[in-house]
């Protein structure tokens, strides 16, 4: 039995170490986890994201996310547009880049813009003063003035000291995730000025296939490991 136990206790182990090794992130020169802060904009990637490195993976062109802000009697105080993309990063991962643009409005601004999903995944923020691609406006944009993340880790918000008033833009704004290999239209992003608008639909890291088959696989075969051990120990 002790014998049986030892197998029992190093195959648990191993399947610890397996699911830790898969769980840990890449290592980043800067970054936001759960419920962190920065009191910048983030890491200047200018010279880092655009069309000249690698076309985008996905895209919104211009005018394709306008995003309406009302109050709560449902009069529209505002609009804007929002273009989204996801780029591959020649640091390796991907850039999930984001510019909003305030349209019109007796009294809209943006104070916040709010993205997401990126529960479980190490972000990197930033921003870049170039258009990357013809679907992004030109330079005169504004850089956040801070940016933090959810408790959950679920949100990147850009905040912005004072508000983006109607007619103005921010610059590209960056979620860079390493570890990414892979994203899909699961995520969103919303503005808040004195309130929220409803969000709309954004990219979002998903999961590579071949990495969770891999685990998957790992953890099966080392089941199947300790399983025969046990057997043959007990016979």
Do not use: C
Not at 78 to 89: A, F, K, M, W
Not at 167 to 177: A, C, K, N
Request: net charge neutral; aromatic share 8%.
């Amino acid at each position: 039995m002790k014998e049986i136990r030892k197998l029992y206790n190093r195959g648990l182990w191993v399947l610890v170490v397996a699911v830790i090794a898969f769980s840990i992130p890449s290592a980043h020169a800067t970054l936001i986890g759960p419920g962190g802060s920065t009191a910048t904009a983030g890491t200047d990637w200018t010279t880092d994201i655009g069309a000249q490195y690698a076309p985008d993976v996905l895209y919104t062109a211009a005018n394709g996310n306008p995003i309406v802000v009302k109050d709560a009697g449902g009069v529209t105080t505002g609009t804007g547009d929002l273009v989204v993309g996801v780029y591959r990063s020649i640091a390796g991962g991907l850039d999930f880049v984001y510019q909003y643009k305030v349209t019109d409005g007796p009294s809209s601004d943006l104070a916040t813009l709010a993205v997401s999903n990126f529960a479980s995944w190490t972000t990197d923020v930033g921003f870049s003063t170039g258009a990357p691609s013809a679907n992004y406006a030109a330079l005169a944009g504004t850089k956040a003035h801070d940016v933090n993340r959810s408790g959950s880790g679920v949100t990147v918000n850009f905040n912005f000291v004072p508000n983006i008033m109607s007619g103005g833009e921010t610059v590209v704004l960056v979620v860079r995730v390493a570890e990414a290999v892979t994203a899909g239209l699961v995520g969103s992003a919303g503005v808040i000025d004195n309130i929220s608008a409803p969000p709309v639909r954004a990219y979002a890291p998903t999961p590579e296939p071949a990495a969770v088959g891999l685990l998957l696989g790992s953890l099966f075969g080392m089941g199947l490991f300790v399983a025969r051990r046990f057997r043959i120990v007990q016979n």
